[in-house]
DNA sequence: ACACATATATCGCCCATCGATATATTGGCC
DNA sequence: GGCCAATATATCGATGGGCGATATATGTGT
């Protein structure tokens, strides 16, 4: 609502995952649902273009790995995979945008805090 | 994002400002405002829209009222104020609303939450 | 052979947000 | 009197971005 600031779940959640631990796009879609029990459904529609712009934001990097097989480690598919890593720019933005969720949740907080307690005028 | 639920913070403000008393809509702005310290800006466009709307839900019900001068009561000035109720059925929906903010923040939580092992708070 | 899972990526429709704008009255100030 | 800010309510349309639909390619299971 632009009131004050969206600060992006979705972002937040994608930088908290990254934080974490590499992952590639994907694995992030099933992860945030295995998280969440299905709540947070992380579409590629959604998920794809934010790493490429997160990425041309700087606060991710990118890289092509190869997919080993299990069993054989010699066993080449030629299939890649696109591995994300949080920089430390990202890192840093990462915490200001928790912070500054924080933040926004306290202040709605402080709205709904202030229960009614049974009054008419 | 809609990965779950938006739970649009302005209306869930605007039901909680209305659940503690009656309001118009100026009024709401600037109670807005001043109890955020500037933060949350209620403009125009975004209040006005929004009354409609939950007015329209049956959440909340408006009444035109005048608006006494301040020392003499009987001084009319033809002057009209909106006042703004919510309904039994506002109430229900903001308790609903409320709980829904709080589990999607809660959601959002566990991934902020799980931090890189390491720093203490 | 077929369906489903893995894996990445783009495009553009839809529509909600909200800045700009309009209108009218009152109050303060010089 | 003249002017501007504040009070008070309201509409509208462009801007932009979320995300469903779609495309592409390989692997796996039956």
Redesign the pocket.
């Known amino acids: 609502?632009?009131?004050f600031d969206k600060s992006?779940s979705?972002q937040l959640v994608v930088l908290s995952l990254l934080a974490e631990r590499a992952g590639?796009?994907?694995?992030l879609t099933?992860d945030a649902a295995a998280r969440s029990n299905g709540a947070l459904?992380l579409?590629?529609?959604?998920l794809?273009?934010?790493?490429?712009a997160l990425e041309a934001e700087g606060l991710i990097t990118s890289s092509w790995e190869e997919?080993k097989?299990e069993g054989s480690p010699l066993d080449e598919?030629?299939?890649r995979?696109?591995?994300y890593r949080i920089s430390p720019k990202g890192r840093k933005k990462l915490e200001q945008r928790i912070a500054a969720h924080r933040a926004y949740t306290a202040l709605i907080d402080t709205f709904l805090g202030a229960r009614p307690q049974g009054e008419r005028p």
């Open positions: 609502m632009a009131l992006d979705a590639y796009g994907y694995q099933k459904r579409t590629p529609g959604v794809y273009p934010m790493l490429k997919i097989a598919t030629g299939r995979r696109k591995w």
